[in-house]
């Protein structure tokens, strides 16, 4: 493992605005699963696995930092969705399909698949609940064909390849709705009393850590959250954090069309107040910054369908998400 848990953590910060704590979580969980395996491969130790699983609403950019993350290490990455695994009648084709893909991400090399990252997202609708439809019901059934190889075994897939989960490093995400009512009712250290700002931090965090009990609790079986040792919980973006989503990351909404429209010769300059306004849209859409993207292309559809015929245009200026953006020209120039 060539990068520490803060080189990790400086390289998502490139991509990913806030979420610090689960920043720091999910690097050191990394930093230690690389870690280990190392050791194995000297005979030293034998691995066991630390999955991760990540908590928060929807939106919040668990798919983004996994992504990233997998760039950082620079291991293969594929992600699935467990509703999907919830309401297919043959799962087990569905787990193989997963790893199969993670070779193909490996360009057929088992060693190196066999080191790589998979993301099971929506983890949280494989819960348990009682008297609902089959396919909701067959959660907990999803949640039991997961374990082998989260744990970490030989699999012989369709292809008759086998691969061996063992070192595969497995990620879960969900928003967990309701979760927040189980803590509220579960952690409470009303026992202890402290003024001093050191122990109010490890209380802080000792309220705010998701323990297995509560994940039971919530639906999922003790044997899967047993395969989910470390849990990294994201907040709710802010406006000022959507805001710098658009504009901030390497690969930032604005600073992509910007590069579009340079191609043409043109310059695209929007206002500060554009993106507030922007952000204030997603967060009424409840979907975070999933959200950002489909406002920001809306608004410059009527700009990205005029420029091409209209090669005299030299600046867009867009100072209002209500206004109609205004296109400064000038004498066409050789292309």
Excluded: W
Aim: glycine fraction near 8%; charged fraction near 25%.
């Amino acid at each position: 493992m060539k990068l520490t848990p803060s080189q990790i953590v400086k390289f998502l910060d490139q991509h990913v605005i806030g979420q610090d704590e689960a920043k720091k979580q999910l690097a050191v969980a990394v930093y230690t699963h690389y870690q280990k395996i190392a050791l194995a491969q000297q005979g030293r130790h034998e691995i066991i696995k630390s999955n991760v699983l990540l908590v928060g609403p929807t939106g919040t950019g668990k798919t983004l930092l996994c992504e990233t993350l997998s760039r950082a290490l620079e291991v293969p990455f594929v992600t699935a969705n467990a509703t999907s695994l919830a309401q297919s009648e043959f799962v087990n084709e569905e787990i193989d399909a997963i790893l199969q893909r993670l070779i193909e991400k490996a360009d057929g090399d088992l060693e190196r698949a066999g080191r790589g990252i998979v993301f099971i997202d929506e983890i949280d609708k494989l819960k348990k609940r009682e008297g609902a439809e089959s396919a909701v019901r067959g959660g907990e059934h999803v949640q039991h064909a997961l374990l082998k190889i989260m744990e970490g075994a030989p699999v012989k897939l369709k292809s008759g390849t086998y691969l061996d989960t063992t070192q595969i490093l497995f990620i879960c995400g969900g928003a967990f709705v309701g979760l927040d009512e189980i803590l509220a009712n579960t952690h409470t250290f009303g026992f202890i009393s402290t003024d001093e700002g050191d122990n109010q931090k490890v209380l802080d965090r000792l309220n705010s850590r998701v323990k297995p009990t509560d994940l039971f609790q919530f639906g999922l079986i003790p044997e899967f959250t047993g395969r989910l040792p470390i849990v990294a919980r994201l907040a709710p973006l802010s406006r000022d954090m959507l805001v710098h989503i658009m504009t901030d990351p390497q690969n930032a909404l604005y600073k992509q069309f910007q590069a579009i429209l340079r191609q043409q010769g043109v310059e695209l300059d929007i206002a500060s107040a554009v993106f507030e306004q922007i952000a204030d849209l997603a967060i009424e859409y409840r979907a975070g910054a999933r959200s950002l993207r489909g406002i920001f292309e809306e608004l410059l559809t009527p700009v990205l369908y005029l420029l091409p015929d209209h090669p005299e245009v030299r600046k867009v200026v867009i100072g209002s998400l209500f206004d109609t953006p205004r296109y400064i020209g000038s004498p066409p120039v050789d292309r």
